[in-house]
């Protein structure tokens, strides 16, 4: 089975540019989350979808990060404009069920901002 | 809230010396804990993992044990190797909230 796959690896924009980042999880997962690594520190948890629907968007930092997943297949993560301390490795993780079924992630995008 | 403590890296040690990688964990209730490995330009993914107190979780030949009363699950290895380079997670999840993750701790074994 494919795994979840994020696009695009790498993304290097200035500040107050746009970035976009997509997640496609694994087929058949409805649940889908997406989580943040600055500079090194702890894996941090920005939002959580159940299909098309936001679960959880406790994690996500300020109104500049809009997550999207329409028809409840891939989704978006759109930062806008994005900042400075935007910096660090997003990734993304699927699983079948939300009760503590292990996580599936994907390689995550690196995004710097200068 | 939730939290995960790692020991700090980077962890450095020859091929075929003993792993310890130490983990301890602040939850309310029972939570289920995970060891996740990133290996250099992937993603993450599941190492083990022990879903309550006692139980042991190993793959790989790594082991790990779920201990209640030190509210801990140390990561160990009885023999590394360089294949084995790469930066481990200890997370939680907790029933009706999100996985938590350490900060990660980085391992290089040297030839």
């Known amino acids: 089975e494919a795994g979840v796959t994020q696009f695009p690896s790498h993304s290097v924009i200035e500040k107050g540019q746009t970035v976009t980042l997509r997640c496609d999880p694994i087929s058949g997962h409805d649940n889908l989350y997406w989580y943040r690594r600055v500079m090194g520190k702890e894996i941090k948890f920005l939002l959580h979808f159940v299909k098309e629907s936001k679960q959880d968007e406790s994690g996500m930092p300020n109104n500049r990060f809009l997550a999207e997943r329409t028809g409840g297949t891939y989704s978006t993560l759109k930062v806008q404009p994005a900042e400075l301390e935007d910096s660090g490795v997003y990734f993304c993780?699927?699983?079948?069920?939300?009760?503590?079924?292990?996580?599936?992630f994907g390689n995550g995008t690196r995004l710097t901002v200068t | 809230g939730n939290s995960v403590t790692q020991m700090e890296g980077p962890v450095t040690l020859s091929e075929e010396a003993f792993l310890t990688i130490n983990c301890t964990y602040t939850?309310?209730?029972?939570?289920?804990l995970f060891w996740y490995v990133q290996y250099p330009g992937e993603g993450l993914q599941l190492l083990l993992k022990a879903t309550k107190a006692d139980d042991k979780g190993s793959n790989k030949g790594f082991e790990a044990t779920y201990r209640k009363e030190t509210t801990s699950f140390h990561l160990e290895k009885g023999s590394v190797q360089v294949s084995d380079s790469a930066v481990y997670f200890c997370?939680?999840?907790?029933?009706?909230?999100?996985?938590?993750f350490g900060p990660g701790t980085r391992l290089s074994v040297l030839p």
């Open positions: 997370a939680l999840f907790a029933y009706g909230q999100n996985f938590v």
């Open positions: 939850a309310t209730g029972y939570p289920s």
């Open positions: 993780a699927s699983s079948q069920e939300s009760s503590g079924s292990p996580l599936h």
